[in-house]
């Protein structure tokens, strides 16, 4: 079956503008998660999405970030302004539902160069 | 919330002998622990898991332990093989509906050959 997909794989932006990443889940699957990975850190989750509905967004920075799952399907994390401390990988990962007897699979990341 | 310790933040072993990384949790209510693998530039893979109502699991080179009254599992690799080099990650994760994973800070494992 075909992985998650995720894009762009890399970003470089300066402070205060804004980027958007986009995921495309495993077909079928209904949870979808972000993740944020500092160089040299375990991913950090951002937030948590079953079907269109948020579940957990209580790491997300809200006054800077967003995120939505338009369908239930496809889902496109924002950052509006970028500050330096932005500069991470971001990881989308997809699951057959929730609950722990489902794997995490995660997509490829995009990297975020925020100079 | 869930915090996850991990120790050592690297690792150096022989090629064929065993490894060992720990991770303790704080939340008594986390009920699944699983471990990733991840190569440089890549995406995180899942190894091996375990959930609470499991002492210790197995997958051939790969096996892990869960004390839940201490609130520590640990990752057992033997026989280790050039290609068992990477970042490993434990996490850890309460399940039911809120179940994103919060995860250790990584341990870089180094095959000496």
């Known amino acids: 079956e075909a992985g998650v997909a995720q894009s762009p794989r890399y970003k470089i932006i300066e402070k205060r503008q804004s980027v958007a990443f986009w995921c495309n889940p495993i077909?079928?699957?209904?949870?979808l998660y972000w993740y944020q990975q500092i160089l040299g850190q375990g991913p950090k989750l951002l937030i948590q999405?079953?079907?269109?509905?948020?579940?957990?967004d209580s790491q997300l920075p809200k006054d800077r970030f967003s995120a939505e799952r338009l369908k239930g399907v496809d889902s496109t994390l924002k950052i509006q302004p970028a500050k330096l401390e932005d500069s991470a990988v971001y990881l989308c990962?997809?699951?057959?539902?929730?609950?722990?007897?489902?794997?995490?699979?995660f997509g490829p990341g995009t990297r975020l160069t925020v100079t | 919330g869930e915090n996850v310790e991990q120790h050592p933040s690297t690792l150096s072993v022989q090629e064929g002998d065993s490894a060992v990384i720990k991770c303790t949790y704080s939340?008594?209510?986390?009920?699944?622990f699983p471990w990733y693998k991840q190569e440089l530039g890549k995406r995180p893979q899942l190894i091996i898991d375990i959930r609470s109502n499991v002492g210790e699991k197995k997958d051939q080179r790969i096996a892990v332990t869960l004390n839940k009254t201490a609130k520590h599992f640990s990752l057992h690799i033997t026989e280790t093989q050039p290609e068992d080099s990477a970042v490993y990650f434990c996490?850890?994760?309460?399940?039911?509906?809120?179940?994103?994973?919060?995860f250790g800070k990584g341990t870089h494992l180094i095959i000496q050959p």
């Open positions: 077909s079928g699957h209904a949870t």
């Open positions: 999405f079953q079907n269109n509905g948020v579940v957990d």
């Open positions: 939340d008594s209510a986390s009920n699944y």
């Open positions: 996490a850890a994760s309460k399940g039911g509906g809120a179940d994103g994973l919060t």
């Open positions: 990962a997809s699951s057959l539902a929730q609950g722990s007897f489902y794997e995490q699979y």
